[in-house]
């Protein structure tokens, strides 16, 4: 399961380098990653599997069914109703099914979001996780791509649920309820607002009554953003049950093409889990041994167990070559051109704050008596802290995107509070940690009604349930999907 999750996260990239470069560069970055993934099967130390007994066939039927109507609910596959952002969503797809690789648009219908000069865009996004529907699209027809699309997200999920159980040891059922309805108490949010309790009746998105922030549910992102959603919690899942440091860099470089914002907001953890390995005793000093030779001894079992072929050459491919393509993206170069709202202003900082405290800071604070000696608590503390405050292109997307890593560790945390309360009895911390998931819980179910609703009265109506789709000539026009090849390094000397 492990290298399958390596599998997952690194054939977007195999699909890219033959799609968008010269054979002279694909050629042999496509042997380099077999070789990397050869490497990385070799070196991956087994991790736990479910004995195939009778009990947990049920729960692995049990956990394949609520995943796939999950998926089948998000939108994804076009089979229900489908929220806003799939307008664009499906755009991307099309573009990608019907458009020679690397896209090319020569129309130039909105100069005004782009530099003077600017005679041709290509679609420049985070495309991995459709790149192998879109295969299956030109092959089989646009329906096909879409319904490979919800399978391939079912495997995701499949793979990121296994990873949680992987770490316990165990096959769990229970855990998957939080990971479809764990959430921020958003309405908790309204009601401090001014709005109230009113939304619920209405089919309004929850998650903005922060109005400058969010921070998205499981369920937000993958009926929203499951193009960004999946990959990372498949990226996140998989280096949380790394037990050494032989493909880290690898994995997470492979998010990059696939979730750019989570890959940042994945940045500080995967710093944390390669230095905060222990390949030996530090107290080595109480030994005999003097300081310096423990540091000594301690960076080569580092540099042996970290400079692998996959981490050093894959990693350094995949990444250098996504960032490559991904930075001619035009909104890409906004950073923090305007405030984010949290550095001046009472009213600012308190609502900064406020945020903050109803989106994570209250499982922080139940979690505390158990996770205070835990590294990766202070890192998610001061993730979801600090995310807000950075403002990347026009919008919010910075901070709902780069927290999904973030977010996906303090759900993991929420489970393990959960299964050691109860086993230490321990009331106030279980029974507090339900009822902020209960009220937080209000969020997902909130988007799956949305689902339902309005699945089911388009079908009475006789209107086309699913969104439509952009099109795609607009949609290489927009900056927030597309960029100039003018002086593009990428698509003058690399790009096809």
Known sequence: MEVLGYLYLIVPFFIFSIGWMKKEYWIPI????????????????P??????????????????????????????????????????????????????WPIRNDQIIYPENFSEGTHATSLIYYIGFWLPAAVIGKLFGVGAGYVFQAVWAVLGIVLAYYFICARKEKLLVWPLFLLVFFSGLDIVGHSLSGSGFSIIATDGHLEWWAEKYQYSSNTTQLFWVFNQAVPAWVCTGCMMVQKNNKSIVWIFASCMLSATFP??????????????????????????????????????????????????????????????????????????????????GGNQVLGYLVFFILEAG??????YRYQKKNVLYYVIFLSLLVIPAIRVGSGSDFCMRASIPALFLLMVLVIDGLERAKEEKNRRIFWGLVVMFLIGSITPIHEIGRTFHLTTERFLAGEQICESVKDPVELLNLPNFSGKIDESFFFEVIGK
């Open 30 to 45: 496509a042997v380099i990653l077999v070789v990397c993934f050869w490497k990385a099967w070799k070196d991956a130390i």
């Open 47 to 100: 991790l736990w599997m479910p004995k195939l007994t009778k009990k947990n066939v049920l729960k692995i039927t049990t956990i394949l069914s609520v995943v796939c109507i999950w998926v089948v609910l998000s939108g994804v596959g076009k089979f229900v109703f489908q929220n806003a952002d799939h307008f664009y969503r499906n755009g991307i797809f099309e573009a990608l099914v019907e458009y020679q």
């Open 263 to 344: 890959f940042v907001g994945l940045l500080p953890f995967t710093v944390f889990w390669m230095f905060g390995r222990k390949f030996l005793d530090l107290n080595d000093t109480r030994k005999g041994f003097l300081k310096t030779e423990v540091v000594k001894k301690y960076l080569i079992c580092w540099t042996k167990d970290t400079m692998t072929i996959q981490n050093v050459l894959g990693g350094g491919i995949i990444g250098i070559f996504s960032f490559l393509y991904l930075t001619s993206n035009t909104s890409g170069h906004k950073i923090m051109e305007s405030s984010a709202g949290a550095a001046s």
């Open 362 to 367: 209250v499982y922080l604070v139940f979690l």
